[in-house]
Antibody
């Protein structure tokens, strides 16, 4: 059974850094693109970042370029999102999702998400 | 990287059909047949319902169908059932390994 389990969310202050993790199981992790997608409270989904199978290629939504870095460790079946210079508008549930290129780049499995919130 | 445009809400009675639109540009929806649709129930993770504009993953009822014309894609839910009440999001590949989502549509089954 495919499982994606995110962790690392929490309460942060503006300007701080945070590292999210996503533990994958039930499939050959190194064979798939992976993505991070976020959802602000009461808002819609926003694609954040992609990483190719071997980590050689990454891409980001403009609003996080230069602040967020996506990486992966295929030996540990893990995906990461290093977030720095965090802003209040980064508040969201962050999902990791598997990308199926042969399903038209659909996101076919999602984790349950990890919440990043800001303290005032 | 502008979000795709969806109506904020849609509704229909049980057994009826409802169609949700998703309008993008010639750089995303219009450029690729890589439009996907997702269903999200409150507090849950999204679920892939349609990929490559018209295709359904295994296990998705054939009441769900997709189409595209130009820069606008559509999701049709036929024979509405109570459990179809959820938020629906479209997504498109936008080139250069980028993706874009729509703002979401809340589907209400009356």
């Amino acid at each position: 059974e495919v499982q994606l389990v995110e962790s690392g969310g929490g309460l942060v202050q503006p300007g701080e850094s945070l590292r999210l993790s996503c533990a994958a199981s039930g499939f050959t992790f190194s064979s798939y693109w992976m993505s991070w997608v976020r959802q602000a409270p009461g808002r819609g989904l926003e694609w954040v970042a992609n990483i190719k199978q071997d980590g050689s290629g990454t891409s980001y939504v403009d609003s996080v370029k230069g602040r967020f870095t996506v990486s992966r460790d295929n030996a540990k079946n893990s995906l990461y999102l290093q977030m720095s210079s965090l802003r209040a508008d980064d508040t969201a549930v962050y999902y990791c999702a598997r990308v199926r290129i042969n399903l038209g780049y659909g996101f076919d499995y999602w984790g349950q998400g990890t919440l990043v919130t800001f303290s005032s | 990287q502008s979000a795709l445009t969806q109506p904020p809400s849609a509704s229909g009675s049980p057994g009826q059909s409802v169609t949700i639109s998703c309008t993008g540009t010639s750089s995303d929806v219009g450029a690729y047949n890589y439009v996907s649709w997702y269903q999200q129930h409150p507090g849950k993770a999204p679920k892939l319902m349609i990929y490559e504009v018209t295709k359904r993953p295994s296990g998705v009822p054939d009441r769900f169908s997709g189409s595209k014309s130009g820069n606008t894609a559509s999701l049709t839910v036929s024979g509405l059932q109570a459990e179809d009440e959820a938020d629906y999001y479209c997504s498109s590949y936008a080139g250069n390994n980028n993706f874009v989502f729509g703002g979401g549509t809340k589907l209400t089954v009356l």
